[in-house]
T-cell receptor, first 112, second 114 residues
Framework: GQNIDQPTEMTATEGAIVQINCTYQTSGFNGLFWYQQHAGEAPTFLSYNVLDGLEEKGRFSSFLSRSKGYSYLLLKELQMKDSASYLC?????????????FGTGTKLQVIP | DSGVTQTPKHLITATGQRVTLRCSPR?????VYWYQQSLDQGLQFLIQ???????AKGNILERFSAQQFPDLHSELNLSSLELGDSALYFC?????????????FGPGTRLLVL
């Protein structure tokens, strides 16, 4: 089985930087996604890491350490519209199938 | 707009009934994925089809089934519905099934079982 852990909730101030962590345990690891989901809406793809290191995309960056089973999503220059849930999802390859498993998500509240 | 369409947007039905949810993937995408999102369990992967063939299976109940048609649209059939099946059902699509694939989600179908 798989185990994905993220903090349930976080609060940060507009204009600040916030780091959302995700730890996982899985076999056949094939990559890690980060998605943003506003309440009542579909998830939106943010990033995908398959190799160790930092991937930067505008205000958002994602980091992966496969040996530690650890990833984080870094959001800079926070805006009110960044208030959403952030889902960490792990892809693995098992029994000839690829599978994606989502964490329960981190609800981020950005305050003025 | 992701390019993935789902119908209907909302569905209200009774326990014991059967419903069919429909998904049209983005133009050119061959893979379709189905997910269930409920308040208590978060987002759960149900099943994936690639070019008409079942490719991966997640936490899909035996009362649920899916298929992908030659025109690549997909349907998720939910039968003998229970109150606990009330959830948001998302469809996602991707170009193929390669390791670097990104999935694009549709707007979802909100199912309420009374």
């Amino acid at each position: 089985g798989q185990n994905i852990d993220q903090p349930t909730e976080m609060t940060a101030t507009e204009g600040a930087i916030v780091q959302i962590n995700c730890t996982y345990q899985t076999s056949g690891f094939n990559g890690l996604f980060w998605y943003q989901q506003h309440a009542g809406e579909a998830p939106t793809f943010l990033s995908y890491n398959v190799l160790d290191g930092l991937e930067e995309k505008g205000r958002f960056s994602s980091f992966l350490s496969r040996s530690k089973g650890y990833s984080y999503l870094l959001l800079k220059e926070l805006q009110m519209k960044d208030s959403a849930s952030y889902l960490c999802a792990v892809r693995n390859y098992s029994g000839g199938y690829q599978k994606v498993t989502f964490g329960t998500g981190t609800k981020l509240q950005v305050i003025p | 707009d992701s390019g993935v369409t789902q119908t209907p947007k909302h569905l209200i039905t009774a326990t014991g009934q059967r419903v069919t949810l429909r998904c049209s993937p983005r133009s050119g995408d061959l893979s379709v994925y189905w997910y269930q999102q409920s308040l208590d369990q978060g987002l759960q992967f149900l099943i994936q089809y690639y070019n008409g063939e079942e490719r991966a299976k997640g936490n899909i109940l035996e009362r649920f089934s899916a298929q992908q048609f030659p025109d690549l649209h997909s349907e998720l059939n939910l039968s003998s519905l229970e109150l606990g099946d009330s959830a948001l059902y998302f469809c996602a699509s991707s170009v193929a099934y390669s390791l670097w694939e990104t999935q694009y989600f549709g707007p979802g179908t909100r199912l309420l079982v009374l």
